[in-house]
């Protein structure tokens, strides 16, 4: 079972950039696909870009473009570099992986985009 643990996150304003950081202490993150997900106040969990083993990427629409999602297998650290950050990007926002553990969330990071 993996145990994350995410950081990163902040107050930002819009437009602006945050790069988030998930560390794993499992000992099978090298050949797991990794994600991050969100969740809003109000909404579901909502999956926004997932990376696979060998680094092959992908990303929900609302996100294309802005976020990059990266992997260090040496580090056993996801990141997730988010740009031109929208007021509609405040959630916390969680790593797992693809598809998700259910007994792997972390506790997750706060973003909050407001001028």
């Known amino acids: 079972q993996v145990q994350l643990v995410e950081s990163g996150g902040g107050l930002v304003q819009p437009g602006g950039s945050l790069r988030l950081s998930c560390a794993d202490s499992g000992s099978s993150f090298s050949v797991n696909a990794m994600g991050w997900y969100r969740q809003a106040p109000g909404k579901q969990r909502e999956f926004i870009a997932g990376?696979?083993?060998?680094?092959?990427?992908n990303y929900a629409d609302s996100v294309k473009g802005r976020f990059t999602i990266s992997r260090d297998n040496a580090k056993n650290t996801v990141y997730l570099q988010m740009n031109s950050l929208k007021p509609e990007d405040t959630a916390v926002y969680y790593c797992?992986?693809?598809?998700?553990?259910?007994?792997?969330w972390g506790q997750g990071t706060q973003v909050t985009v407001s001028s």
């Open positions: 990376i696979s083993s060998g680094g092959n990427t």
């Open positions: 797992n992986t693809v598809p998700w553990a259910v007994g792997s």
